[in-house]
């Protein structure tokens, strides 16, 4: 006991320092390490003449452009992208990638490229996380680190489905190669959905305003975020909502169904406490693994947000499959316009499900106070236009 003392007394007056930094382990004790047979490659955009002109020729409506076609083993470790019009003209949304491993026919990544690094419903604005970032000049520079090794090849192709040209489009592809990728080294893995939910048919009965509150004991209706065949472990989320009422929309909580469970054995308190964050935020943060880049600056909580959630310290690990949900509001009760792009890792590359078509990809309006006033115009026909209908009345 006197030993185990003494030592407990020498690491705190800082005794131990050596033996503890001879242990180090992490980023920048790692970043450190001599490596062996590693070469640095790169696939851009760069002037092939050794001109200026360092972007792609025009990517034409309905055109598909391979950006890189890497054969042999190794592991993209950064991606930069930058393109023009803006958002005005060329719509993020509308500009699918796709990426594809190991000579497969079927993509393991496919999302908008604005969603995908971060950017919602064709908007541009600044963002900086662990994996992922936009900006800074009002987030025209798109930046990704997520770690995507292969071993018998790699694809990375955009398809031009706005309905104007990409003028120019910048990218780099950083990638390290070798002569062969270690066995336990997963495949990346990314997907884009939608959904304009439906509420309840009494309703939408948030916070008891309209109706009785019920209960979800199976998370049935709720909003599925990834639908994963396989063994791996999820590790990141982008969540972009566009709420129609002022009405609070996080009360919904995460679900999720590991291994074909039937009951969801990781169950959250509500949407924000999943994004890490309380109390129903309404202010711009950013953290290395969570945070709120866009938030709404409208009638309560009426219009868009994006929020974000790296699973970088604690992965969500599955050996069959995954399914992750999220309840629209609490029960499901309210109307939303919600869109994700989850981002896991897999033992082997496999095909994502099909993403929302163009259609089914197509903005809502914003609500504006013009809407609003012919809402309360029909609420007062409604109980007969008196004088003294102020919308407080039981």
């Not at 993020?92 to 995908?116: K, T």
């Not at 309404?282 to 709404?296: A, C, I, M, S, T």
Request: aromatic residues 14%.
């Amino acid at each position: 006991m006197k030993k185990i003392y003494l030592c407990l007394m020498l690491l705190l007056m800082g005794v131990g320092v050596s033996y503890s930094q001879t242990n180090m382990t992490g980023e920048m004790f790692d970043l450190a390490k001599m490596k062996d047979g590693l070469r640095n490659r790169r696939v851009s955009s760069y002037d092939r003449s050794g001109n200026n002109r360092d972007h792609l020729s025009p990517v034409q409506p309905g055109e598909t452009r391979v950006l890189a076609d890497i054969q042999g083993a190794g592991v993209i470790n950064h991606i930069w992208i930058t393109m023009s019009p803006g958002p005005g003209e060329l719509s993020r949304n509308d500009i699918i990638l796709r990426m594809y491993w190991d000579g497969n026919e079927q993509p393991s990544v496919v999302s908008p490229i604005g969603p995908f690094f971060g950017q919602g419903w064709n908007e541009q604005y600044n963002y900086a996380s662990f994996a992922l970032s936009s900006g800074p000049n009002g987030g025209t520079g798109l930046s990704c680190y997520f770690a995507m090794p292969f071993a018998k090849g790699a694809r990375i192709e955009i398809e031009n489905q706005t309905d104007v040209a990409i003028g120019a489009f910048y990218y780099y592809i950083d990638y390290v190669e070798m002569k062969k990728l270690p066995e336990d080294m997963g495949r990346f893995h990314a997907w884009f959905n939608r959904e304009i939910t439906e509420a309840l048919p009494e309703g939408e009965t948030e916070w008891g305003s309209v109706g009785k509150q019920t209960e979800n004991k199976d998370g049935a209706g709720n909003y599925a975020f990834a639908d994963i065949k396989g063994k791996g472990h999820f590790v990141g989320l982008n969540y972009y909502v566009q709420c129609p009422t002022p009405m609070w929309y996080g009360e919904g909580d995460d679900m999720w169904f590991i291994d074909g469970e039937e009951k969801a054995s990781l169950l959250g308190t509500g949407t924000e406490d999943l994004f890490n964050t309380a109390w129903c935020p309404k202010e711009p943060y950013q953290n290395l693994y969570f945070g709120y880049p866009r938030v709404n600056n409208d009638v309560g909580f009426l219009g868009r947000t994006h929020i974000y959630r790296f699973f970088i310290q604690d992965p969500i690990f599955f050996e069959k499959g995954l399914k992750a949900t999220i309840e629209h509001g609490h029960n499901n009760c309210l109307t939303l316009d919600l869109a994700t792009v989850a981002y896991w890792y897999q033992d082997k590359a496999t095909a994502v499900p099909a993403i929302p078509d163009k259609v089914g990809r197509k903005l809502k309006p914003m609500i504006d106070g013009v809407m609003m006033h012919k809402w309360r115009h029909e609420w007062r026909k409604n109980h007969g236009n008196a004088p003294d209908l102020w919308g407080d009345e039981q």
